[in-house]
């Protein structure tokens, strides 16, 4: 069984400050990683994904996360986040190379005010 | 091309009612998944469909819950007799028949209010 770890459920930061929401995960198989956005009343939006490669990716809105196996986690960062970037982040794995569900944490909700 | 669409948007239901949420997948999409989502709570997978067939069905309710994706038309989330605590927003996502679906694009989700 698989499972995802979001310690944080709520991040209050100041706009342009930097942000790191934490994810470790559990898996006894290869897995996807991936970090979705909720932002209110409205569906989930792909953020980023980790498939195989280059242990850090990144999106087109200036968030990245980083890969790490032996800690296995996969935090989402962003050097200076802006007054949009409030919602609610959800961290998601699943296994690779299958057609099957995604397993979620259950949300960070980052909060950010001028 | 048109994502995920999900209806109704919202739904209230009384108490023993029955309740049908509908999502029509992404063009070329031939694999869904239900998800729901209590307040406050992250997504929990129900079910996952191709065309005609149950694959997995490991988060769905012994009772009361059922799930089709027929060849035509629309993958269908049934409720039967829904009670107060069936309130939850349930989210559709669908992937193309590939074998590692390395990505699920999802709906807008249905929040149904059972009073």
């Known amino acids: 069984a698989q499972s995802v770890t979001q310690l944080d459920s709520q991040v209050p930061v100041f706009e342009e400050a930097p942000v790191e929401l934490r994810c470790n995960y559990s898996?006894?198989?290869?897995?996807?990683l991936f970090w979705y956005v909720q932002y209110p009343n409205q569906g989930l939006q792909l953020l980023l994904k980790?498939?195989?490669?280059?242990?850090l990716v990144e999106s087109i809105n200036g968030f990245e996360a980083e890969f790490n196996k032996s800690q296995t986690s996969f935090h989402l960062r962003k050097p200076s986040v802006h007054i949009s970037d409030t919602a609610e982040y959800f961290c998601a794995v699943k296994d690779a190379g299958t057609a099957s569900k995604l397993t979620f944490g259950t949300g960070t909700r980052l909060q950010v005010t001028l | 091309n048109a994502g995920v669409m999900q209806n109704p948007r919202h739904l209230v239901r009384r108490r023993g009612q029955e309740a049908r949420l509908r999502c029509s997948p992404m063009?070329?999409?031939?694999?869904v998944y239900w998800y729901r989502q209590l307040p406050e709570e992250g997504l929990k997978f129900m079910v996952y469909?191709?065309?005609?067939?149950?694959?997995?069905e490991s988060g769905m309710p012994k009772e009361r819950f059922s799930a089709e994706f027929p060849k035509e038309g629309p993958s269908i989330l049934r409720i039967q007799q829904v009670v107060r605590g069936d309130s939850a927003a349930y989210f559709c996502?669908?992937?193309?028949?590939?074998?590692?679906?390395?990505?699920?694009?999802f709906g807008q989700g249905t929040r149904l209010t059972v009073v």
């Open positions: 980790y498939l195989s490669g280059s242990t």
């Open positions: 469909l191709q065309k005609e067939n149950i694959i997995d």
């Open positions: 996502a669908s992937s193309p028949p590939s074998q590692s679906n390395t990505e699920a694009f």
């Open positions: 063009k070329g999409h031939s694999h």
């Open positions: 898996s006894s198989v290869s897995v996807y």
